[in-house]
């Protein structure tokens, strides 16, 4: 299982959780049971899964349980090479953000995010 962390595990500031929060990317932590749709899909030759998210709302929460539901799709019913496409689209976006994120980090240290 692959495990990105955005803040180091002893972050007290949580940095990136709030740059992130800025722009309206959300970060999904201690995921449960990720590991048996990663499994049903090994078994399978041409199936896709999407997660829908739902959170909880919390007023001036600065974080909320959600509840994740895989939905897996057949290949062949998912419209092929147009899903496969937005998957890449999705993926060069989050690409795009990360590095600007690294970016400012890196290069605008003194810069107030909060």
């Not at 909880?56 to 509840?67: F, H, L, S, V, Y």
């Not at 290949?75 to 999705?90: V, Y």
Request: charged residues 25%.
């Amino acid at each position: 299982m692959i495990l990105i962390l955005v803040d180091p595990g002893s972050s007290k500031d949580f940095r990136a959780h709030r740059i992130l929060f800025k722009e309206n990317i959300y970060v999904l932590e201690n995921v449960a049971e990720l590991q048996r749709v990663l499994t049903y899909l090994s078994n399978r030759r041409e199936t896709l899964f999407s997660f829908d998210v739902l959170p909880m709302k919390i007023e001036g929460g600065t974080g909320a349980p959600c509840r994740i539901v895989a939905r897996l799709e057949n290949f062949d019913d998912a419209g092929g090479e147009w899903f496969c496409f937005l998957i890449f689209c999705l993926l060069l976006m989050l690409i795009g953000i990360a590095a600007k994120v690294i970016y400012d980090f890196k290069f605008h240290p003194d810069k107030n995010f909060s």
